[in-house]
């Protein structure tokens, strides 16, 4: 299987066999765990493959290469967790670039921009990404890169990627997907016209909330050639053990996304038409906003729910009253998780423009019997 996309087979051939060919010494069908951080060398020099495993290591390898073929990329880059791939992302900008953000994203990409790297002279500005207008209006001749959720985290909302791609070229500016959410089962944003895309492999990808990890995908050769040059001279390298369970996790990627969205679609519904409930945010509802972006954009819409009750101690009470759901900050795992996102995994964003109702539920969906979380949240809600 030469191709690094694998363009022939279909999605689940590939999570099983791109980069993982059996190994050679011994005929072993699992890529073997590279555990070492050094590689003999036959002359002063000339290392044969690998000489030192902050620049490489063989599991890594193939797990990027798997990765780079589901989302349909000429590259993938690993890194120890999604912050690791971001920073390194971030780096191949220079002082004065701007990066444009979207209103509504991960409170640890706000905190990475607004509290670090501002520091560093990198400028960030804050716009609605769901209004192609406002979007132009946003954009500054400094714009470097337009930085994408969609879905979006934690209020779901659905970018088109197509056309914000569009108006970030038209600026002569990159198109950053985040596509951890939605994960390349379901939306792959290089074939929608993004330069970039950016995982946190911890949460969808690992999917069994046993590791931490990052990843970056581009067909990019240059950028590619950049980050590469980064991941060993900055140093923010996934081991081996990981890119091993990462591998592993992206076997049964597609059989666990398509339970995930069953779930919660199921979910979804039941909280729709709960009385306690204020409001629901799930683009695969059919009055969500962005229902119609996702549905073409999107293969299904996802394993993440959100919703609204009427107040912040109704949403601490319910968070902490679910038995099936753990009360827990990550998401993607086979459990189901349930959180309050103002005071934990959006604490960073308090006093922002991209602060969060404190009323708000965010919920992972896992693929437990759906029967079974649907009982959990109607005990919770009470």
Not at 155 to 177: F, N, P, S, W, Y
Request: some cysteine.
């Amino acid at each position: 299987m030469a191709d690094p996309t694998g363009d022939a087979l279909r999605f689940e051939t590939r999570a099983i066999h791109m980069g993982q060919e059996p190994e050679e010494a011994f005929g072993a069908v699992n890529v073997p765990i590279y555990q070492t951080s050094t590689y003999a060398q036959p002359r002063v020099g000339e290392p044969k493959r690998y000489d030192y495993a902050r620049g490489g290591n063989p599991t890594r390898e193939a797990f990027q290469t798997a990765l780079a073929s589901l989302e349909g990329g000429a590259h993938a880059v690993a890194f120890s967790s999604g912050l690791g791939a971001e920073t390194t992302l971030l780096l191949t900008l220079s002082p004065g670039d701007r990066v444009l953000l979207s209103d509504d994203v991960y409170g640890g990409t706000y905190r990475l921009l607004a509290r670090v790297l501002q520091g560093w002279g990198l400028e960030h500005d804050i716009v609605d990404m769901t209004d192609p207008d406002a979007l132009r209006a946003a954009i500054r001749p400094q714009t470097r890169l337009v930085w994408v959720e969609t879905p979006t985290n934690p209020l779901l909302k659905v970018v088109d990627i197509a056309a914000t791609a569009e108006i970030a070229h038209g600026a002569r500016a990159r198109c950053v997907v985040d596509n951890t959410f939605a994960t390349p089962y379901l939306q792959r944003p290089l074939e929608l016209g993004a330069d970039v895309v950016v995982h946190s492999v911890t949460k969808y990808l690992g999917g069994h909330s046993d590791l931490v990890g990052g990843a970056i995908v581009t067909d990019d050769d240059e950028l590619a050639r950049r980050l590469v040059f980064l991941q060993n001279a900055v140093g923010a390298v996934p081991g081996p053990m990981d890119c091993y369970l990462a591998l592993r996790g992206l076997k049964t990627l597609a059989v666990r996304m398509r339970a995930h969205c069953d779930n919660a679609r199921a979910v979804a519904a039941f909280l729709a038409d709960h009385p306690k409930v204020t409001k629901v945010h799930y683009p695969g509802l059919v009055d969500h906003p962005g229902h119609g972006i996702a549905a073409r954009q999107m293969s299904d819409f996802g394993g993440m729910v959100s919703f609204e009750v009427a107040s912040k101690d109704d949403a601490i009470r319910i968070a902490e009253s679910t038995e099936v759901f753990f009360l827990a900050e990550s998401l993607g795992g086979v459990e189901s998780l349930i959180e309050v996102p103002a005071p934990m995994t959006h604490a960073s964003v308090a006093d922002s423009p991209l602060a969060v109702p404190d009323t708000l539920i965010r919920l992972s969906v896992g693929i437990e019997h759906p029967d079974d979380l649907i009982a959990d949240l109607d005990r919770a809600l009470g």
